[in-house]
């Protein structure tokens, strides 16, 4: 059999990414909730893939990729789900509204969405437009090492090592005391704080000076600008201001990005745009029943979601493709705002004859947030896998078979763990004692009753859209605005490092790629294990 006709999708690839699928989507869902963090797992499963087919004696590279592709999936259903669905609960709302059947459709129709709009936009984002996909880079470098023995040792190095700081930076060894290493490491005077995160490093490595410099700019603006000036004009909703701000920057960006699409190299571009654009319509279609069907929607809000979905898979591709970031809260803020105000505006009105009325509920818009998050999640996720999958010759049809598979298994799992969890913790939300903090679920929550700031969330739109279009390197800047100015500056720190690094020699730089590679999957493994050791005493209970 030639390579390129070789099997990829084989039963211990399956059946392994299955295994893993389920464990990261429960880790993530846990991590997610209880800490507030989603890491990208891509380094963490792409390991663990290596490990386990090379215990069944198996080391063909592409079966590696396919197989992680399967796993990987887990984490960002979980993130989308646990980023929206729970600020109902946050809001007051009874887990008993909730139907379960309808959250486990909910959770699909997001998964599936999110796989074939990666796979729509899949050519242009990679082949065209050349993203970085930094994750999927390293996800590649790491199997590549797997050939090399000296590789292999950098990489388990720079595992072990992030393993150790993140074991004692999450668990303490003695009952009612903090780990031995804090999270946050701060100067004096406060201006300056570093998360503890090997991973957050590797990131900012991979990412590279320029990038993360932007980033950290961003954060500095607000940071060392903007704060002071808010103290001085006394202007205590600063925080939400600025997130408003930052919202609608984001936003900007993701509408010039559609610009770009639409209107440069058509020529040269011409059949392949025609073939995106078949691609979507049928999508389209289909997915408008579906939503029309399931959630009583009048047409025209379906279109909007489908609308919505599209615009923010694109806008998660992007940043994915550029940073290594995926905002997910973001996309989730984004579709509960315009769907909320069109109803608002347009319910009871007739329009040409017909009246238009929805009875759109709170729960309805957290349910259609998280088809939208779920979906924007997995976009980052797999267009992560397809860049590893374009470097190493993979078939693009066989990926999205693994995600598919992956995404579907991870649905049952979290609509399972959505129950249980929240049948047993009853006090969540980021406040003083509690049991899950849900922070980005609370942020959702926030927003409810409407943008606040509008003017400020305009100004940013206008703002990101024109300089994203005078070709500015601003959606670093933009994350940089919205991310705590803790963790940009640690990612900043793994630039710094790229930088010099790169500056000696060529050797070093890719050595040090290696090492990151292995700090980013350390940490990752520690996570799942404390989840699922959490687990455990959750269900001993």
């Known amino acids: 059999m030639t390579e390129e006709k070789k099997l990829n999708i084989t039963f211990p690839a399956v059946f392994i990414g299955i295994v893993g699928a389920i464990l990261v989507s429960a880790s993530s869902f846990y991590i997610v909730l209880k800490f507030g963090a989603l890491p990208w797992p891509t380094i963490m499963v792409t390991l663990l893939s290596m490990i386990t087919l090379k215990f069944f004696k198996r080391t063909d590279n592409k079966e590696i990729t396919i197989t992680h592709t399967i796993m990987s999936a887990g ?13 109902y609960i946050i809001l007051g ?13 909910t959770i699909l129709v997001g998964s599936i969405a999110g796989s074939f709009l990666s796979y729509i936009f899949r050519s242009k984002l990679i082949e065209e437009e050349k993203l970085e996909f930094p994750i999927g880079e390293a996800a590649y ?9 000296e590789n292999i040792r950098y990489v388990a190095f ?33 201006l300056l704080s570093l998360y503890v995160s090997p991973l957050l490093v590797g990131i900012g490595y991979v990412l590279g000076f320029v990038n993360t410099f932007v980033w950290f700019l961003g954060g500095a603006v607000i940071v060392f600008i903007g704060e002071p000036l808010a103290k001085i004009f006394k202007l205590n909703d600063f925080a939400i201001m600025k997130n408003s701000f930052g919202m609608g920057f984001m936003i900007g960006i993701g509408i010039a990005v559609i610009l770009k699409i639409i209107f440069s190299n058509k020529s040269k571009n011409e059949k392949n745009n025609q073939n995106i654009f078949k691609k979507l319509s049928f999508l389209s279609i289909f997915s408008i029943i579906i939503i029309i069907l399931i959630y009583k ?49 347009l319910n009871g009105l007739n329009i040409f004859g ?25 976009s980052g996720d797999i267009l992560n896998d397809f860049k590893s999958g374009y470097r190493m010759n993979v078939n693009p049809k066989d990926q999205l078979v693994g995600e598919l598979i992956g995404s579907i298994v991870s649905s049952f799992v979290i609509t399972f763990l959505f129950f249980v969890f929240f049948r047993i913790y009853k006090n969540i939300g980021p406040v003083e004692n509690t049991d899950l903090i849900a922070l980005q679920a609370s942020i959702v929550a926030t927003v409810i009753n409407g943008i606040p700031f509008l003017g400020i969330f305009f100004a940013g739109l206008i703002f990101g859209m024109v300089l994203s279009l005078l070709n500015l390197p601003v959606l670093t800047f933009g994350i940089g605005i919205y991310v705590p100015f803790y963790l940009t500056s640690t990612v900043f720190l793994g630039g710094l490092i790229s930088y010099f690094a790169n500056r000696h020699s060529k050797k070093l730089h890719s050595n040090l790629l290696l090492l990151s590679n292995g700090l980013m999957s350390g940490e990752a493994i520690v996570g799942v294990i404390l989840s699922v050791a959490a687990y455990i005493g959750l269900f001993m209970k």
């Open 158 to 190: 720079g595992t072990l090592f992030s393993s150790i700081i993140a074991l004692f930076r999450d668990f303490s060894f003695s009952k009612g005391k903090p780990p031995f290493i804090p999270a946050l490491l701060s100067l004096k005077n406060g």
């Open 354 to 378: 017909i009246k238009f009325s929805a009875d759109l509920t709170t729960l309805t818009l957290f349910l259609l947030a998280c088809i939208i998050a779920v979906a924007c999640g997995l």
């Open 93 to 105: 709302g009874k887990l008993s509204d909730i139907n379960q059947y309808l959250l486990c459709i």
């Open 297 to 345: 929607l009048p047409i025209f809000l379906a279109l909007v979601l489908i609308l919505i979905s599209i615009l923010c898979t694109i806008i998660a591709g992007y940043s994915t493709g550029k940073t290594g970031v995926n905002p997910m809260e973001i996309y989730a803020i984004i579709t509960i705002l315009l769907i909320s105000f069109l109803n608002k505006i």
């Open 141 to 149: 470098n790491l199997v590549k090492s797997g050939e090399n023995m």
């Open 75 to 87: 984490s960002m259903v979980a993130g989308g789900v646990a980023f929206t669905v729970p600020a």
